[in-house]
């Protein structure tokens, strides 16, 4: 049996994930916020996969100090042994109205899905390094490939750990470790229930799909779907001086 | 932020002032400062019991973790915005199948409850409320109430087919029936009328569990509802088992006409009458005998920009064959109607839900083509027919009927005001009761 530790279980790509890999025979550690819904999680993963073996902890990464997440990341490991796939899926969608007029919400936005994704990475990192195998996959989002004024707080937060994952792959590269950038468009999760969906919108179970396959396939880099590299690219080309008189 | 919903017909929607996505089902919602609630599944209904404008609306979707299974005595218990087909995916493979089961298998658990919903084996077993033991209530004061037969009956049997108008069902446990394999015995045999339907049907649905006929509501005179009868029972042993087709089929946009119209459909039903029956009993997977139409992805598409109407209603045994003989002519008259022209009869195994469709009688399901004023003057010829032979219309398939036919067919509708919550409300509720 194979190991994993999804960090952010109760997002709705990472729960589509966490099936897909109980379905392939992976025990499983959980993290999330929520501990009544990560009982939830794991009951029904009981029902699913009776040979899975399921463990939950509940973390926060704004309520628990760096040390405490770190202590609670050595416990999965302490628990599973080798580990071949982290998933770190948790984040929030900042509202960035919000943000342009109360820093401290800005500063949260940034602590939620930037820094503290990057001390986590930091910690997971130099486990798999020791190991000397296994997956990093980190769910990030083409959010950070050009900040726009509707969303570039988010958008920040999601390019610097686009960054910091280009370093650190370089890095651990020689010692077998797979460090995966998943970059999804727009996705019909609880995180956007509240929009209006249309033709561009996936379903995460088809993010998920696209992301255990990146995982066994050994990628560096995902648009997921596929088509979202193709937007960004034309988004990315769009010089400064016209992109800052858009309304995006 | 509000959201525009839809339901199957794509004649009726609805823009919400609040989305609920819940995370965990032992967290309550807050519902203090909202209205009007209402639970969303997964949209299959055709008309408007699924859709309230300007109230808060709760995503069940969200919940459709498993969190019980009892292999042994085939119970399950799971959240109830889980899918019929994520329930069959889990349970078939262990030798259960669901009691109860419409022809889609994408309506979601507190859906089937909630529409109280019947199948093929309605004579034989009664509806899907028949084989639920108990479920959670949330109120919208958020108290939570567990029903059974036992524990709170008079929320219990409110609830099973309430239109999820009692409170959000939050989860249930359901009874399931035991099968050998996912394959099923079918048989068909062609009738070429009505009388002949109606000996054919006293014959077969003392016999067979699953029992439905197409009707070619096209034929006229002395073909008048022709159609074929169609009986399945779940196989036993096989040397070899049938795999499912997997199915790529689908409609990815509507397109501004209906591909259904008087033409498309006279070749079809000619041709589908006139196929080669094999006189054998065929083998099949359960899922093309249980749901045909789900094969094609979004089918609802057909019927083009304007959508369509569904028209079900069920009559007293009484004068059947006059009455639905009455209704076929009508449509047969004005060539509206669709290939989708489903006859049952149902048996007197009642769920015992106040507000339920399902009670012994014939039930006959047609699909229409929205065409404005023309489909409901059609609507309201038949309306009359219903009413005067003591029928019903179902809910779950309704956008037309009068408040008066609703009133008449469910003679329960005081009993059931009593323990209506008094937020949770629906756009159907407000066009046949009132606010």
Not at chain 1, 32 to 41: I, N
Not at chain 2, 40 to 69: E, M, P, T, W
Request: aromatic share 12%; with cysteine.
């Amino acid at each position: 049996m194979k190991n994993a530790i999804i960090i952010g279980a109760g997002s709705t790509i990472a729960s589509c994930v966490i099936d897909k890999l109980a379905a392939k025979d992976f025990n499983i550690y959980l993290l999330a916020r929520d501990s009544e819904a990560l009982l939830e999680k794991q009951q029904d993963l009981n029902v699913k996969y009776p040979n899975a073996n399921i463990f939950i902890q509940a973390f926060d990464v704004l309520a628990n100090s760096m040390d405490q997440i770190t202590e609670k990341i050595n416990i999965c490991f302490d628990t599973l042994g080798t580990v071949e796939v982290v998933l770190i899926a948790y984040g929030t969608l900042p509202n960035q109205k919000l943000c342009e007029n109360d820093l401290k919400e800005e500063s949260s936005a940034l602590r939620i899905n930037g820094v503290s994704v990057l001390e986590i990475c930091h910690h997971v990192a130099n486990k798999l390094q020791l190991q000397k195998s296994g997956t990093l996959a980190v769910i990030t989002s083409v959010a950070g490939l050009r900040g726009r004024q509707s969303n570039y707080i988010y958008g920040a937060a999601k390019s610097m750990v686009n960054i910091y994952l280009q370093g650190l792959r370089n890095r651990v590269n020689q010692y077998g470790v797979q460090v995966l950038t998943v970059m999804p468009g727009f996705v019909d999760t609880k995180m956007t229930a509240e929009f209006k969906k249309g033709l561009l919108w996936a379903k995460p179970g088809k993010v998920a799909d696209d992301i255990v396959n990146a995982i066994f396939k050994k990628k560096d880099i995902i648009y997921t779907p596929w088509f979202w590299r193709y937007i960004m690219l034309i988004i990315k080309s769009i010089p400064e001086s016209i992109f800052k008189k858009m309304k995006l | 932020m509000s959201h525009e919903y839809l339901s199957w017909g794509r004649i009726n929607n609805a823009t919400s002032m609040l989305d609920y996505a819940p995370i965990s089902r032992n967290k309550n919602l807050d519902f203090a400062d909202v209205n009007r609630i209402l639970t969303y599944g997964n949209g299959r209904s055709y008309g408007d019991v699924c859709l309230s404008d300007q109230a808060s609306i709760i995503n069940s979707r969200f919940l459709n973790k498993f969190i019980h299974f009892d292999r042994k005595d085939g119970i399950l218990t799971c959240e109830a915005g889980i899918t019929l087909q994520e329930i069959l995916k889990l349970i078939v493979p262990t030798g259960w199948f669901l009691s109860v089961t419409p022809g889609t298998q994408y309506v979601t658990l507190g859906g089937a409850i909630a529409n109280d919903v019947h199948g093929k084996n309605h004579h034989a077993v009664g509806s899907f409320g028949c084989f639920v033991e108990e479920f959670e209530l949330c109120l919208s004061s958020n108290e939570r109430l567990i029903c059974s037969k036992a524990q709170n009956a008079n929320y219990f049997f409110a609830t099973i087919g309430g239109l999820g108008l009692t409170g959000w069902i939050v989860w249930a446990k359901i009874r399931l029936l035991p099968i050998c394999n996912p394959n099923m015995v079918t048989n068909s045999y062609k009738f070429a009328n009505l009388d002949e339907y109606f000996a054919l049907n006293t014959e077969l649905a003392a016999n067979n569990d699953y029992t439905v006929a197409w009707i070619d509501c096209l034929s006229s005179g002395a073909k008048l509802g022709r159609g074929i009868y169609f009986t399945g029972a779940h196989a036993g042993y096989q040397e070899e088992l049938i795999q499912p087709k997997a199915s790529h089929l689908g409609m990815p946009i509507y397109l501004p006409v209906s591909l259904i119209n008087r033409y498309s459909l006279q070749i079809f039903n000619f041709l589908y009458y006139n196929r080669r029956q094999s006189s054998a009993p065929v083998m099949q997977h359960y899922e093309p005998f249980f749901y045909p139409l789900d094969a094609i992805n979004n089918w609802n598409r057909l019927y083009g920009q304007k959508g369509f109407y569904q028209y079900q209603f069920v009559i007293p045994f009484t004068n059947a064959r006059e009455v639905i003989a009455e209704v076929l002519k009508h449509i047969s008259k004005r060539k509206m109607g669709s290939f989708l022209a489903v006859l049952k009869t149902m048996g007197d195994i009642g769920s015992g839900g106040l507000l339920s469709f399902a009670r012994p009688g014939v039930t006959l399901a047609l699909d229409f083509a929205n065409q404005g004023n023309k489909t409901i003057e059609l609507f309201r010829i038949l309306d009359q027919i219903v009413l005067e032979a003591g029928g019903a219309i179902y809910p779950a398939k309704d956008a037309c009927m009068s408040p008066e036919l609703f009133m008449r067919g469910y003679p329960n509708l005081d009993k059931f005001k009593l323990l209506k919550d008094p937020k949770f409300s629906s756009n159907f509720w407000r066009r046949v009761v009132g606010e």
